[in-house]
């Protein structure tokens, strides 16, 4: 993926420019509603370095798998929790344990060294997590507003003075989506970006020591605000065109055939 020319000036072209991803992730489903986030997600972690990084709501695990490889890449020492039931929910659906067995196939060869899978609820990986220990959470679970405003509750106690929290979602206002919601409440007054792309993600800053390379995202004015925006759903429309496509189904016209 190559960024497009000439679509920011100034410092935070030149913060952008040194962090920006140069390598397609390695897993890649267009079915993904992740899949346009990636760049950033890959960018973020090369920007905050995380020691810590936990994804509730793991599902193919896309985007987890993104997070981790380029934790991989950047040769960062810290690791990888990723927490599902893997049983779906009421927004992903039911699904059965062949999800889980074929992320692990992908998963645990390249990146288990430093990376794991946990078949749990958001609340019991919580459990035995240190308080302040959590450089980089994404919450991608049941949308519910309930649902999302108990995930960050419960975690947030446990997120570091650097922490930097994702929301997904955050455009989604079908049915009872209500990421939305708790979106505009949590993000007031405190240092927060949104992409509009890919049904919203939000970035949050819930620590005092926010990494500086990450400060120019929150401080960005609204004309550079929009640039940063095209830019990476431009490199999030890459990854959708690099994605194998799905095969097709046969057409089963009558029940012999």
Same mark, same amino acid.
């Given at each position: 993926m190559s960024a497009p020319a000439a679509t920011l000036d100034g410092p935070l072209?030149?913060?952008?420019?040194?962090? %920006?991803?140069?390598?397609?992730? =390695? %897993? %890649?489903?267009?079915? =993904?509603?992740w899949i346009t986030h990636l760049p950033f997600a890959a960018w973020l972690v090369a920007a905050a370095r995380p020691r810590a990084l936990v994804e509730l709501g793991v599902f193919h695990g896309v985007s987890f798998c993104t997070f981790a490889e380029e934790m991989q890449r950047q040769r960062i020492e810290g690791s990888c929790l990723g927490v599902d039931t893997f049983a779906g929910d009421a927004h992903a659906g039911a699904y059965g344990s062949s999800v889980l067995k074929t992320l692990r196939a992908h998963h645990d060869p390249r990146y288990g060294g430093f =990376?794991?899978?946990?078949?749990?609820?958001f609340?019991?990986?919580?459990?035995?997590?240190?308080?302040? =220990?959590?450089d980089l959470l994404h919450i991608d679970g049941l949308h519910t507003y309930d649902a999302v405003r108990h995930d960050f509750e419960t975690w947030a106690p446990l997120m570091s003075p650097r922490g930097i929290v994702l929301f997904h979602d955050t455009q989604e206002r079908a049915k009872d989506f209500g990421v939305w919601r708790f979106w505009a409440e949590v993000s007031q007054g405190r240092p927060a970006f949104e992409f509009h792309h890919g049904?919203?993600?939000?970035?949050?800053?819930?620590?005092?020591?926010?990494?500086?390379?990450?400060?120019?995202?929150?401080?960005a004015t609204a004309p550079e605000q929009a640039?940063?925006?095209?830019?990476?759903?431009?490199?999030?429309?890459?990854?959708?065109?690099?994605?194998?496509?799905?095969p097709k189904r046969r057409l089963r016209l009558w029940p012999w055939h």
């Open positions: 072209a030149a913060m952008l420019a040194t962090r %920006l991803p140069v390598e397609t992730p =390695s %897993l %890649l489903d267009r079915r =993904s509603a =990376s794991r899978i946990l078949q749990a609820t609340d019991e990986a919580a459990a035995p997590v240190a308080p302040g =220990s959590v049904h919203g993600l939000g970035v949050l800053a819930v620590g005092a020591e926010v990494p500086d390379a990450v400060r120019p995202l929150f401080a640039r940063i925006r095209a830019l990476f759903a431009a490199l999030g429309e890459g990854c959708r065109a690099a994605a194998p496509k799905p």
